[in-house]
């Protein structure tokens, strides 16, 4: 059975050379004011330096562990603080996350996308880590969607949050979205020290130059830097083509406004060499997993 | 290498822990408001580390290094001090609490040695507190992972501090971030005391070695092994018995007070905020 054509293949795809700015910040912890500020600077230094797109990482605007801070940092996707810096981003696309209110008063761990100052999309984290020492379920509520949506300058893009990137069912929904640029914006703390590289960052890289290949797409991994509470977040932001190369990748431990730029007729030629999302059996994919659901759910 | 040692592989790589400590020490000292640090040195491995970070990261004259001599510490302790102070070129200063301890002692002189020794660790962590302020520092932590699960440290002495970088670091790992630090060779190669009363040594004192203890608790804690695979892959039951106890008895000295909750909010219960709150 031929499908219709999914709506990236009526989307338009990404054209010529992109420039995408990777703001590997250290957020102060629970303050926006200040945080907000950052970003204004982050978002000039973006501009001077021809980006198309600036990625800051998950929770940028409020810093990580917020545990009863939460409702005090929350903001709207359509509040003024928002409005602000999709206006100091002029025509310069931005990936921002923070802490969304909705109208019914849950929180969630969120990132947006906005371009053009309009926000295009807004990803709510789906996997709230509780474990070891993650305890995000306690503060924050799921989202209930993974979806790519299509932007003017990146073909169609998908935004995942930390631990979504870790759920291979995240990656290949993205794969049946068919994206041409996923992005993954993190939190990550250092775990790990035996070397050369720090664990966690070791498991990120491979999961970046996997998923890339898989998805024959543009993997842009932004992480923060800076300390909270004796943890380490290591940063590394990295940006991966789709044959599973480095594109540019910011310094680990440090502040840095890394730039990847790429040429997106490599998408083209990687999918010329391994079409893995053409050749996806995806009803299969459907029909198998509804008799797993038909097993485990309906019985 | 044995296939034992593969499971319980305490390798760390020093350069980068050290990339992480450093920064970590820069970062938590700042947000805190301050740009010095204060450590109690005794001429151990432990402290030598922390002054040996403190000093990579802040800049010698930014670290005050205290020695707090009792009279019965042994000449390896001052002599090994000063190697660390002087080889930095960090702030020094000596301040004894032979007077106040004898004094308060004189009182009580049926004391065991070991209420002597607690005496003295937090007479130790008064000192560095009020040194502290007129340093305008904030007093390092060097009690080491090792020591901190088994509960072998005075609570609220020399346990107390306001930052650790060496904590989630094992005696066994310390050595190898010691070497890589320059740390004197006399340091590394003596056996490691408290100094607590003549002649003591902590591997006396505990009754097993840290080089085997830190591979147990490396399977207990870290890993999670359970007692029946402790036991299977060669550690004594009695062993694995008396750790496992050490670790639960001591968790009190890991833990603020125990409040009584009888609002809503109580703290750390659920009035939850991290110390780096708004920083």
Known sequence: MTPAPSSAETSTGPRGPLRVAMAQIAPRLGDREWNFRLHLDQIRAARAADADLVVFPELSLTGYFLRDMVPDVAIRADGPEIEELLAAAGRTAVVVGFVEESPRHRFYNAALYAEGGRVVHVHRKVYLPTYGLFDEQRYFAAGDRIRAFDTAGFGRVGILICEDFWHLSAAAIMQAEEVDVLLCVANSPARGVQGPKIRTAETYDHLARTFAQLLGAVVIVVNRVGFEDGLCFWGGSKATGPDGRTIAEAPMLDAALAIAEFDTAELRRQRLIAPLARDERLLLTIEELQRIKRLRYEV | ?279
Not at chain 2, 26 to 32: D, G, K, L, N, V
Not at chain 2, 155 to 176: C, E, F, R, V
Not at chain 2, 237 to 247: C, F, G, K, S
Request: charged share 30%; aromatic share 8%; glycine share 6%.
């Open chain 2, 1 to 279: 290498m044995k296939s034992e040692d593969a499971k319980i592989d305490l390798r760390i790589d020093p350069e980068l822990v050290t990339e992480i400590l450093t920064r970590f020490l820069r970062e938590e000292i700042r947000r805190a408001g301050f740009q010095h640090a204060v450590v109690g040195v005794s001429g151990g491995i432990d402290s030598s580390v922390v002054v040996y970070l403190a000093a990579r990261s802040l800049g010698p004259e930014n670290v005050l290094a205290l020695t707090m001599p009792y009279k019965t510490s042994s000449e390896a302790t001052r002599s090994d001090s000063r190697s660390v102070i002087e080889s930095l070129g960090v702030q020094h200063r000596d301040v004894p609490i032979a007077e106040q301890i004898d004094d308060y002692f004189a009182r009580f002189p049926d004391a065991s040695r070991m209420r002597l020794a607690n005496k003295c660790a937090r007479e130790r962590m008064t000192v560095l507190y009020d040194q502290s302020a007129a340093f305008e520092g904030l007093v390092l932590g060097t009690s080491n992972k090792s020591e901190l699960l088994l509960g072998y440290g005075t609570q609220y002495g020399d346990m107390a501090s306001a930052i650790n970088p060496i904590g989630d670091l094992y005696k066994t790992q310390l050595y190898q971030l010691a070497a890589y630090l320059g740390v004197p060779e006399a340091i590394r190669a003596k056996t490691p005391t408290g100094d607590l009363w003549v002649g003591q040594t902590d591997e006396d004192e505990l009754g097993f070695t840290y080089a085997e203890v830190d591979r147990l608790l490396a399977l207990m804690v870290d890993r999670r092994w359970r007692r029946p695979e402790l036991i299977a892959t060669g550690f004594a039951a009695e062993l694995v018995d008396r750790v496992a106890t050490l670790v639960r008895r001591n968790h009190y000295k890991r833990r603020m007070p125990v409040i009584a909750k009888l609002s809503f909010r109580t703290m750390d219960r659920d009035f939850r905020y991290a110390r780096d709150w708004g920083t």
